[in-house]
């Protein structure tokens, strides 16, 4: 029996990229699976992966920032298993602008998805995890929730939130003795969809599809596979930080190392290649 052999595991933002290979990983484990996202054909798709796994797989559509409807969602879950014990705020968006260019209301909807989406999924499957008596929350928040970046300011600060709720969550569960694990994942480039999804301030938009070539290209070092694998591993061996792929391991020391200063690398980079 493994670690995750008939647990009950829900992923957000599964239709896509790391959240569809978490689901996967998760089937092969052996664990029962709780799927959603917005995009009605990547669930589909990823639905009938799990099934070609032979994984008991439950679909739904759920948009994350809809505070009442994960609400619903998590006891929907439940009575549908029986029990959750482990649940992935995966889902997210990208977004490019400059803070004095970027409107209110790109903002909002970064922070959310991003941000209240996981506190959403969070607090609707707590007292379920905390039923089940084995329970996990992982949060995934990114390299950008350890360092700034120019353009990145609704990002990083909706992956910043994610980080301090999380280490905060995971120090209360601990302090209370509540049966429940918390991880918060920072993944390095991963290669996924989610700069060609992204969207940008008006005066970025025609910067969308060079990004996207340079992260293609350049800043994505790790498949979405190998990151559902370190997430699982992580989540198995209970730990509180998981980093995923070099770049992340790297910058993460940098950052350390270099405190403040970081900002002149970063800049230094961020002229070199215009993000
Ligand atoms: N790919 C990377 O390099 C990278 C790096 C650091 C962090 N992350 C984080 O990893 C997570 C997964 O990203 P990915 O790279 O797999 O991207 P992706 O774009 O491939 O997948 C994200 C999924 O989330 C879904 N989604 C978007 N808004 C939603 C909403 N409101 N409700 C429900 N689902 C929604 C999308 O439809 C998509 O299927 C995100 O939180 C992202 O910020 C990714």
């Known amino acids: 029996m493994g670690h995750f052999t008939n647990k009950v595991a829900v992923v957000t933002g599964a239709g896509s990229g790391i959240g569809r290979a ?49 609400m619903t969602y998590a006891d929907s879950v439940v009575e549908h298993f029986g029990r959750v014990n482990l649940v992935i705020n995966n889902a ?17 909807r970064v922070m959310d998805v991003d941000f209240w989406g996981v506190v959403n999924g969070t607090k609707a499957f707590l007292p379920h995890l905390e039923a089940s008596g084995d329970g996990h929350v992982v949060n995934i928040s990114s390299i950008f929730g350890l360092f700034g970046v120019p353009s990145q300011g609704a990002y990083n600060a909706a992956k910043f939130a ?3 709720f999380t280490e905060a969550l995971a120090m209360e569960m601990r302090m ?41 290209k350049h800043l994505t070092r790790t ?6 694998e370190v997430i699982l591993d992580g989540v198995e061996k209970g730990k509180v930080r998981v980093l995923i792929g070099p770049d ?25 290649t215009g993000l």
């Open 22 to 70: 978490l689901a996967l990983e998760l089937a092969r484990r052996g664990a029962r699976v709780a799927i959603s996202d917005v995009d009605v054909r990547g669930l589909d798709e990823t639905e009938a992966l799990v099934r070609g796994l032979g994984g008991d797989v439950r679909s739904d559509v759920l948009d994350v920032s809809q505070r009442e409807l994960v």
């Open 176 to 216: 209370s003795g509540k049966p429940v694990k918390v991880t918060c994942v920072h993944p390095g480039g991963i290669k996924t969809n989610i700069v060609r999804n992204s969207t940008a301030v008006q005066t970025r938009s025609e910067d969308l599809q060079r990004m996207s070539n340079l992260f293609d």
């Open 223 to 228: 498949t979405a596979a190998k990151a559902a």
């Open 248 to 272: 992340a391991k790297v910058l993460d020391l940098m950052v350390r190392a270099a405190g403040p200063r970081y900002q002149s690398l970063v800049r230094f980079f961020a002229g070199r």
């Open 162 to 164: 994610v980080r301090g």
């Open 92 to 108: 997210g968006i990208a977004y490019f602008g400059n803070t004095d260019e970027t409107p209110f209301k790109d903002i909002e």
